[in-house]
């Protein structure tokens, strides 16, 4: 019952963007994928999703190739969010939450019941359900990535794929969104720039550098000083907050030699 | 669980019987507005004629009308009132599918070039006289309507796609495919020809006969049919193509399917009463306005809005200048280019 990356490895434009890379995740695991800009994040959740097939190497979902499952019988098991999702259509909430009832719905309907249900939870677990009549164009930045969530999980999938579901949001925003997700008991993978939510929300946390794992494990164990210096080419001091046991990364300029004491 | 939900819900429910009562007043309008149409024009005849008339030849007993009159209403104005409103209920679909497809609010046959293409395979068939009789000349237009359209989605995907970027291949494609047209009418057509076809390009009803009515009429039909068994897929591109496969739809099937309706519906239309512009654009935002952006409902509405919109330009077309006839995509462009300015503005206010 999971998803899982084989040996992936997948060619865009002549450019190698995944590299061998291979996923083991746990049932109901939180896995944050970390990287530079094009390190291959948003490829690898493009792959994973089934989207795209790889040009070697397989991703199975339940021990089956995902390229040959049916799309549709895909899409109840693995939704995603995307990082822009946008459109110039006047639709209401509910309405963007529906859509994720159309993976589940014959030529004529759908299990009307169950579509509701489905529905009302997933607005309720996002706390949609008093916007549910607000228009897309009026909602803000925040509001927009939560409704996504809300159609995903009507899905009702078994794997969630976010890619950078906290880019422009503030801060309270981005840790609303992320401990929603932590807590579902669904297994995530989620793009992510900043390591300290990484470190704060993941159970497990993924580097990716130029298309390849080199890093693969607990926060604590992944987030260190030397992983920031030669993955993000940044000076970086890493302590383990007291208060939470996280690590927590704080940045420091190339230049700057330690203060004397 | 909160009351939130249920209310949800509740309204759901009341909508969608709602939406049934007010698909069937929309059945109602429409076959008042023919009824009413029917009468009206240049010809002296009384409403107590037109209805005897359409008493007697659906098989009831009415009073005795004279032959010309009989014609006059079952040869002339019936079929031409059937066929506004097909024409209006066709090329309203294509609309509404071309905009949830594409993404794109400004969509249409028209806009895109696709009427252009097919007026240019409808002529090279009309003047130059390849093949023969009206299943030919609907061959050509669905020719000339399927090379425009893979023509300007090809230059638009070049360009990078986007809204702008497709508008602006479809002016590109307009532009030629007129050109052609002219080009194919001045070098081969004689000035009654010439005559002739310039009036039907412009968009005109004059013509329609029952065979018009049956082959359009049936067409538009099984395009709206096929396109509400594709209501919901048709949902999934809300948020782009991306969005959409990975909602479990086959993408590229679907778009295939659609827009080959899209251009044989309009192909049929093109060839039937030429080419009508701005209904296409216009009216699926005043479906959208009325019912919201589920296709489900939408394309019902936006079949029913249109045929009820043309049924009534195409009497004003015919009586305003009566006996001199206004083409009637004349009339279409003179309401639809201001709305079409409204919709613009509409754009620029959402960010």
Known sequence: ?261 | MGTGALTVATTRVDSRSLLGVSLLGGVVVLAASIAVVITIGPANLSVGDVYAVVFERLGFEAAEVSRIKDGIVWELRLPRTLLAAVCGAGLALCGAIMQSLLRNPLADPFVLGISSGASTGAVLVAVLGLGAGAISLSAGAFAGAVISFALVMLLAAGAGGGTSRVILAGVAGTQLFSALTSFIVISSADAEQTRGVLFWLLGSLSGADWADVTVCGAITLTGLLVCLTQSAALDAFTFGNTAAASLGVSVRWVRVLLLGVTALVTAALVSAAGAIGFVGLVLPHAARFLVGPRNSRLLPTTVLVGAIFMVWVDALARTVFAPQEVPVGVVTALIGVPAFAVILFRMRSTP
């Open chain 1, 1 to 261: 019952m999971t998803l899982r990356a084989r040996n992936v490895g997948w060619s865009r434009g002549g450019h190698l963007v995944l590299d061998g890379v291979t996923i083991e995740p746990r049932r109901g695991e939180t896995i944050g994928l970390l990287g530079p800009n094009g390190s291959g994040k948003s490829s690898l959740l493009r792959v994973l999703s089934g989207i795209a097939g790889p040009d070697s190497g397989r991703v199975l979902l339940d021990d089956t190739d995902i390229t040959t499952l049916p799309r549709r019988q895909v899409a109840r098991r693995v939704a995603m969010v995307d990082q822009h999702s946008d459109t110039e259509v006047d639709i209401a909430v509910l309405d963007v939450v529906r859509l994720g009832r159309i993976p589940h719905r014959g030529l004529f309907g759908g299990d009307d019941y169950a579509d509701r249900g489905a529905v009302d939870r997933a607005l309720d677990h996002t706390a949609m359900a008093p916007m549910a009549n607000r228009l897309w164009h009026t909602l803000s930045g925040g509001e927009r990535q939560r409704a996504q969530i809300a159609r995903a999980l009507a899905q009702e999938p078994d794997e969630l794929l976010l890619d950078e579901p906290t880019n422009h949001l503030d801060i309270q925003h981005q840790l609303e969104i992320l401990s929603l997700v932590a807590e579902l008991p669904l297994t995530s993978y989620i793009a992510l720039h900043d390591l300290n939510l990484a470190a704060m929300f993941c159970d497990r946390v993924l580097v990716l550098e130029r298309g390849r794992v080199v890093a693969d494990g607990t926060p604590a164990k992944v987030i260190t000083t030397d992983m920031v210096e030669q993955v993000y080419s940044v000076r970086a001091g890493v302590t383990i907050d007291p208060a939470t046991g996280y690590p927590t990364v704080t940045y420091r300029p190339r230049s700057v030699s330690p203060v004397p004491t």
